[in-house]
């Protein structure tokens, strides 16, 4: 007879009792957790996110169905109505400006560049069409937005340099003072050695002032 202890949960109408021992019952409570989770990732999937599953509104889409002998007249005309509504029209897709999404920095910089473009597309929507317009319009926004950023970059490099008077402010950037080196070269190649006291320098020993000499 096996006499290791197992620790059971008493009920307390059945004191002294056992009834199911403790580890099962985290286990089971782990499985419902596990099972519910599996349950609700089903279920978003299923919705893709949104409050009410995705239907098909198309009548009759396979065709099993409709070469089934309950595939009446009525049924038949549904689906030929369905089959002309998914024709477009000349104005259709309708673009609609207000029902686009667009994120905050894009709706930032096209408001300023929309002001600018109503004042250029006067003079030049006689000269080009309105897709080449569209397109002109778009790349030059992104190319303006495209070069404003790299110049606060490079402005952020070269005039903001991170050394030991600012702190840890600033950008680090590293400068490489090694000779070129040919595959023939090898043989003659002395790697640069630096002393034990020049980790994180900043430029701190090729300062100006305060050198107390």
Same mark, same amino acid.
């Given at each position: ?8 949960i ?11 021992p ?12 596990? &099972?519910?989770?599996?349950? !609700?990732?089903? @279920?978003?999937? %299923?919705?893709?996110?949104g409050? +009410? ?18 595939y009446t ?9 369905? &089959?002309?509504?998914?024709? !477009?029209?000349? @104005?259709?897709? %309708?673009?609609?400006?207000?029902? +686009?999404?667009?994120?905050f ?82 043989a ?26």
């Open positions: 007879m096996d006499d290791r202890k197992t620790d059971y008493k009920s307390p109408h059945e004191e002294g009792k056992p009834t199911v403790e580890s099962e019952l985290e286990y089971i409570k782990h499985v419902e957790k596990r &099972l519910y989770y599996e349950e !609700l990732m089903k @279920r978003h999937d %299923v919705k893709r996110g409050e +009410t599953k995705p239907m098909n509104i198309e009548p009759f889409p396979f065709d099993r169905i409709r070469l089934s002998g309950n007249d009525a049924d038949r005309a549904a689906r030929k109505q369905w &089959l002309q509504d998914q024709v !477009l029209s000349e @104005r259709e897709p %309708v673009f609609v400006p207000e029902a +686009t999404r667009v994120n920095f894009r709706r930032m910089y096209r408001g300023a560049f929309g002001a600018l473009f109503k004042v250029l597309d006067v003079p030049l929507k006689p000269l080009f069409g309105e897709k080449s317009r569209m397109i002109g319009y778009s790349v030059t926004q992104k190319v303006i937005v495209s070069v404003f950023i790299s110049w606060i970059v490079l402005y952020q490099v070269k005039y903001n340099e991170k050394g030991w008077t600012s702190g840890e402010s600033g950008i680090r950037t590293f400068s490489l003072h090694r000779p070129t080196v040919m595959p023939g070269d090898i003659t190649y002395n790697p640069i050695e630096k002393p034990k006291d020049d980790f994180y320098d900043l430029g701190f020993k090729s300062r100006k002032l305060f050198r107390n000499d």
